[in-house]
């Protein structure tokens, strides 16, 4: 792994010293003294490089050497610049032109060429005055290795135990008991305590057990600079209220909430709180009445704790930290797995290691990760680490300090590969959520990792790198306790992390992360930016605009031009000189306030002049994007993320096909297939583009995508308003050519087969393609498939071929007109299955039940959503033994024919952890009948409301009672679905597509 990756401190270097290489190749060596130029840079950087690499790893480095190591560090970001910038002007003669054109072309860049001798005649200048003073720095290398990496299987349980179980019963119970107190009136509980302390952990714990019990509730975490029409406007969201703008101003928006929690009992957790000011605000929304109504907060502050509580007749709980013995077991199930898992000669170590952390879990946990990852367990890395805990003057943490010191140690005990990886975390601002795809992606286009000739490909380095950090505790899985499989969730950073990583970028001049960009548009930034974060608020907007960054607004000139990573987050209508940009690689743009928006992006320019850009992703620009016609000039283009618009594109650019680089495409729902599709044979990812839409030589074309590992694709149905992008294909070839490409593609790890409209689409013209006996189902991607989504397309029963080939698949969503008990048990026998949603149309025959036996089926299943109308709940059964690993089970009811039944053998599920049981009704006719009766009497919301509290409250009193008795104990939830689906046998009458609304 050692030479497939970047450190953290150069940054560039590897990069520049592979373009070296490339400099003294064929295409480049006509120019006089260029070869005997670029190879002196090389020899010269080759031997720097190896000194940044000991420096890396040092303890300390005094001041003159951070100077050196900083000047390295910019003038290789220099010289990459310039050779981009020749590359990119001489290096547009392909070889197969003739030899009159070559001429041409070399004539048209001559001037370029010398361009280039004369500045590597400053950079050899500024290298030679570098080198001079090297000699007097002296370092011994520390040695890391690296190893394969996947995410440890108990990172799950680990981050939910060490996070929710280990040493918070006691406190838990707390608060509990003072949540459902009988207490009428609005209470406020403030949980304060230090940072690692584990109080948000505490209050996410408490939601969970408890938010079922409120027919509202909300979770919001505030920043140290919190933007409260964001916050606001979340509460709004998850009360069910949300406008689609933040463009309200903040008043309105606590009017609107006080309006609707008049007369609701809810319970809202309001998370980080830093000032007294922040709450002054978001309490106006929270007005005294007798209803019950929570609202927990936790806070560093005490003064902010007691402000807090004193308004609304509240307590406060003082954060406690981990017992002795509470510490022992958290830190040795994340190294060992268990206490007892621990050798005697580890003993005495782990407890003045433990001594330092002070009982703090974030402390603990760090410490652990680095013990846990070591490829061997030895005392002298645990002597290393103690040791280094005892250099501090500190006996047991009690700072922001003394922990600031217990995460940089983390740091530094980083393999020098993952260091880069690590700091560019502080590309997101605080409590981002955080997506491991994009991420990693991200990394790819940076240049932080590369690989070798017969080596995995660089995305499956980039994977494992990530994989490693999660290991580490560096980057912490948002566990949510829905079963989904932890590597595709989402991920977030400790603050207190995020205050280290801005320290380090800050040194190394890594990268910037400004709210208000003004402040680097008026040269108020005295370095040269080199990667660039901007997190918007429409605070910081003056009439609707900002000030135009430009490099042409004095002291900015320098400070933006060389921009090599450029990311605009937030509320804002404002947007850069792009083009200005010229050696940017990464763009990401994610806005989430377009309504009424006057900013139009226009790809066009982007695309023909940023010709480094690798990395495109746009999101929440509405409609307002125009997209050329021609897409060729971004040859280094790697990924090209369009998904968060909501405009499909007629005719997406056919030249797509020949971007050389292109490994990732996501386009809007509904875009067409471009012509000539199977010609890009790079592409690893190829989502959003419809079927129907597109022609028949296009689906074909994704047979030929033999490097394709994720492919998601849609039908959308268009009843009335015709085929805006054009005729459509008929179903049954659409079918018959999609099951042929599958059965071609050998790497496909995820297909998602998404149908949009009001009718079930059947799919058995695809069931039967895919199980032929010349090849089995997926072709050669049957041993390698891991996730199969297939949503809203039916099948009339579960596909014979479901259980043939498909030994690594982990997540399946199926539909099915009719289930039976052979269609179950073949899906049970899958050996890998994490999560099963398994939706049915029609409900099993009168007095037939489904029984989930317990003979070795669905051995690691965590995840079960079970689907099925009417008493279909009351139909399923569970053996002595049935999903021994099943901690999920979520249960769809739909209230008009529900028999009051609860599926038999519900404490025969030794590991279940949570019952999720949602309140609806399938088919379209329900509302129109209920409403149609209250229109009868004059009073449609009136009787709608009161028949649904009457269903709300038998169905919350049946499964109550029932999770009561299970031996388990598991949490019980209780949310609203409302489906608006039809089946085949329905009548057609333009209803909107599925929708899910959570209360």
Known sequence: ????????????????????????????????????????????????????????????????????????????????????????????????????????????????????????????????????????????????????????????????????????????????????????????MSIVGFGGLGKTTLANEVYREVGAQFPYKAFISVSQKPDMIVLLNSLLSQFGLYSGSHACKVEDLINKLRKHLEDKRYLVVVDDLWDARAWNVISLAFQQSNQQSRVIITTRDKDVATTASRSHHGSIHDMKPLSEADSRKLFFNIIFGSEDGCSSQFKEISCEILKKCGGLPLAIITIAGILACQPTKLKEQWEYIRNSLATTKFSRISTVQDMMYILDLSYKSLPRHLKACFLYLGTYPEDHFIRRVKLVRRWVAEGFLSHSPGQDDVWVVAERCFNELVNRSMIQPIYSGDGEDVENSGYRVHDMMLDLIARRCEEDNFLSLVNDPRAVAEGQVDRTIRRLTVHLRLRDVVDGTMATLTTTAGGAERNISHIRSLTIIGEGKWMPALLEMKFLRVLSLRFTNTKGSIVRLDLTGIISRLSQLRYLMVEGYGDNVVMPARIMGLRCLETLDLSGLSVSFRAFPSEVVDVPRLSHLVVPWGTRLPKGIGEAKSLCTLRGFDLPASSLESIIGLGELTALSELEVSCIHRPKEGAPLGPLLPTAKLMAALGTCLGKLGNLRSVDLWYFGDRIYCADALGSQLSGTAAPPFGKSSNSLQRLWVCEWTFSVVPRWINGHLHSLRVLRLGVKRITQEGVDAMGILPSLLILFLSIMHAPTTGSRIVIGGGGLFKLLRSFYWDCPGVGVSRLAFEAGAMPAL?????????????????????????????????????????????????????????????????????????????????????????????????????????????????
């Open 887 to 999: 901690q999920l089970l979520e249960l769809p009811i739909d209230t008009r024919e529900w028999d009051a039944g609860v599926p038999d053998g519900l404490h025969h599920l030794a590991s279940l952890v949570s019952i999720l049981v949602s309140r609806g009704q399938r088919g379209s006719d329900y509302k129109k009948r209920t409403v149609g009766a209250a229109r009868t009497v004059g009073a449609a919301s009136l009787v709608v409301e009161e028949v649904e509290k009457q269903a709300d409250a038998l169905i919350r009193g049946v499964f109550q009672q029932t999770v009561d008795a299970l031996p388990t104990r598991p949490a019980f939830s209780y949310a609203h679905f409302r489906v608006t689906i039809r089946s085949d046998e329905e009548e057609e009458d333009g209803e909107d597509r599925p929708t899910q609304a959570l209360n």
């Open 1 to 188: 792994m050692a030479d497939i990756a970047v450190t953290a401190t150069m940054g560039v270097m590897k990069p520049l010293l592979q373009k070296l290489t490339t400099l003294m190749g064929d295409q480049y060596n006509k120019l006089k003294d260029l070869p005997k130029e670029v190879s002196f840079l090389e020899r010269e950087l080759s031997a720097m490089n190896a000194l940044l690499e000991k420096m890396d790893e040092a303890d300390e480095l005094d001041p003159q050497d951070k100077i050196w190591r900083k000047d390295i560090i910019e003038m290789s970001y220099d010289i990459e610049d310039y050779i981009d910038d020749f590359m990119h002007c001489v290096g547009q003669a392909n070889d197969k032109v003739g030899i009159l054109k070559k001429a041409s072309h070399y004539l048209k860049t001559f001037k370029d060429r010398r361009r280039l001798a004369d500045q590597f005649q400053e950079i050899k200048a500024r290298v030679l005055e570098a080198s001079e003073r090297r000699e007097r720095y002296k370092f011994n290398e520390l040695c890391s290795g690296t190893s394969s990496e996947v995410i440890d299987p108990r990172v799950s349980a680990l981050y939910k135990e060490s996070t929710s179980l280990v040493g918070i019963d006691t406190q838990k119970e707390k608060l509990v008991n003072w949540v459902i107190d009988e207490e009428k009136q609005l209470e406020v």
